[in-house]
């Protein structure tokens, strides 16, 4: 069985400049820069042969390179206390048809539909009884996050397997967009 999904990679240049703001919180585990990504759709765990009928729906998807930015910070919640602290994405229609086309490439390939709205975010750091007050300060701090426009030329199908030292993220194939003509 692989643990898959599919992802915007985070450039190098953008993933360094969120580095100064993680940190200062006690109780998260910050991710590293070479793991920030703009999950598109999670596929969860499937078998190989699924996984193969999967990649050939992605790799029809197609579409158009576009740009994005990253805006604002906040905070995933379960029963009020906070677990995990993400970066928000400017409103992109086309991030948001991508996600689309990557569900319906999911549904082809004989997935169930993704239950969850779709809510692009760049995950930065999980909590672990990280005091409430503190996590609002952090994103008080930090809420007026704006980044330079980060160019989305492609996505990125990822394996996912936990290891003693958190998840390793490893990218199986990538699908070209095209360049706007």
Known sequence: MLRLFAALAIPESIALSLAPIMSGLPGARWHPPEKLHLTLRFFGEIDEGLADDLDGELTAIG????????????????????????????????????????????????????????????????????????????????????????????????????????????RERTYPLKSAA
């Open 63 to 170: 579409g158009t390179a576009f740009d994005l930015s990253l805006q604002g910070v906040g905070a995933f919640e379960s029963r009020g206390t906070p677990h995990h602290l993400w970066a928000g994405v400017s409103p992109s229609e086309s991030l948001r048809d991508l996600n689309r086309r990557c569900e319906r490439a999911a549904r082809r390939a004989g997935l169930a539909p993704d239950s969850r709205s779709y809510r692009p975010h760049i995950t930065l750091a999980y909590l672990d009884r990280t005091p409430a007050p503190q996590t609002a300060a952090w994103l008080a701090r930090h809420n007026l996050l704006r980044t330079e426009p980060i160019r989305a030329e492609g996505f990125h199908l990822y394996s996912s397997r936990l290891s003693r030292r958190g998840q390793v993220y490893q």
